[in-house]
């Protein structure tokens, strides 16, 4: 009886595109399939460079492994990103001009230098250690004290206040962990909390629902969105851009890397930078590294179609749904090439409660979540 009233607590029997009336829903609807279909231009963030102020609305993406901000411009989408990481050194007057002189991104607190994004991951390669997380398991980090201070400064690094007071910012929340711990309402609020410091009007949307407004809009945002991140799976599974269902399960990239460097001694960040620059699923693993890689690639697909058999049997109310659906997969964790194939594959021996059409990539892998919240951003906005 437990299991059973926690799924039915995932059905979430709101539609995410909903306004107060039929005629202004149709019209936020068409807004969001003619946004989804803009290209998507992943800026790289210079060095020394200030973050602008926006001007409409903005999507964000406070990712365990990256933080992503979207925002419409006349003819395109335009993403950018920085690392969710950070790495402390002691603070000196020497090592600080060092690090002014290298424009390196940090903060001083307590005696300590923080460093952080894509300057932390550097400075841990180098001394063969790991980073430090903000985040874990998909939500802040009970561990880190410094975790929101250091997500505050990652975000000041790509947005400023708005240039209109009190416009909508969208920003990704994860989904309730089907086994595992953390609270939504506690992440939610503290990020909201932020937003609205900042001079936005914040909203939340459920990650798995981003991937189906920004993916999905050819097939009227009916389908299964699945967000492969660092910290954990989010899936939802989508009925006319109602999220009928929304849940995640707590292994994901971070779980990949950490496991895989445990079985060959290896910090998780090597193993990482192994698994974006060297892994391909679709070949035989040449060295022990890609072995266990391959291996916990095949354990958390397991894991993430057991999961979703179970919840879509366990569940009632799913509508009956005549056409086959898609899946469309999006997150960090499946960018190595093979990973929807394997996918694919492993898909074929779990049977669900819906007929699947296709299994598709998103057109940005990283940046799809921050584009579905930019989407609904704009709906909201007017």
């Known amino acids: 009886m437990a299991e059973k009233k926690d799924l039915e607590s995932l059905q979430e029997p709101v539609n995410a595109l909903k306004g107060p009336s039929d005629e202004k829903t149709a019209e936020q609807i068409e807004k969001a399939a003619a946004a989804s279909q803009k290209p998507m ?16 609305p903005v999507g964000l993406d406070i990712g365990t492994s990256h933080v992503v901000v979207a925002q419409n411009k006349r003819n395109y989408i335009e993403t950018i990103q920085e690392l969710n990481a950070f790495f402390t050194v002691p603070s000196a007057k020497f090592a600080k001009g060092i690090l002014n002189q290298k424009e390196v991104m940090y903060y001083e607190r307590e005696d300590q230098y923080y460093i952080f994004g894509y300057s932390a991951e550097s400075f841990a390669n180098m001394f063969n250690v790991n980073t430090r997380r903000p985040m874990k398991d998909g939500f802040l980090s009970p561990n880190e004290e410094e975790g929101l201070s250091v997500i505050q400064a990652i975000v000041n690094t790509l947005i400023r206040k708005p240039k209109k007071f009190g416009e909508v910012l969208c920003f990704v929340i994860p989904g309730e962990p089907l086994d595992g711990t953390g609270s939504v309402v506690y992440h939610e609020s503290v990020i909201k909390r932020f937003i609205s410091s900042l001079g936005y009007s914040p909203l939340s949307i459920n990650e798995g629902m981003a991937i189906v407004v920004s993916e999905l809009s050819e097939d009227d945002f009916t389908g299964l969105g699945i967000s492969m991140g660092g910290g954990m799976c989010n899936v939802c599974l989508s009925y006319l851009s109602f999220p009928v269902i929304t849940y995640s399960i707590q292994m994901a990239g971070d779980y990949i890397d950490a496991m895989a460097g ?25 060295d022990r590294v890609l072995t266990a890689l391959n291996i916990f690639y095949d354990e958390l697909i397991f894991k993430l179609l057991e999961s979703l058999q179970r919840v879509l049997t366990s569940t009632e109310n ?60 704009m709906t909201e906005a007017g």
């Open 41 to 56: 231009v992943t800026k790289e963030k210079v060095i020394g460079e200030d973050a602008e102020s926006p001007k409409g």
């Open 262 to 286: 445990t079985a060959v001694g290896e910090p998780a960040t090597k193993t990482k930078a192994i698994k974006e620059g060297e892994l391909d699923l679709t070949q035989e693993p040449k």
């Open 318 to 377: 799913i509508p009956k749904i005549k056409a086959p659906i898609p899946i469309v997969l999006s997150g960090a964790t499946a960018m190595p090439k093979g990973c929807k194939e394997k996918f694919e594959n492993m898909l074929k021996n779990v049977s669900l409660p819906v007929q699947i059409s296709t299994v598709r990539v998103a057109e940005d892998l990283l940046c799809t979540p921050a584009k579905g919240a930019l989407i609904m951003a």
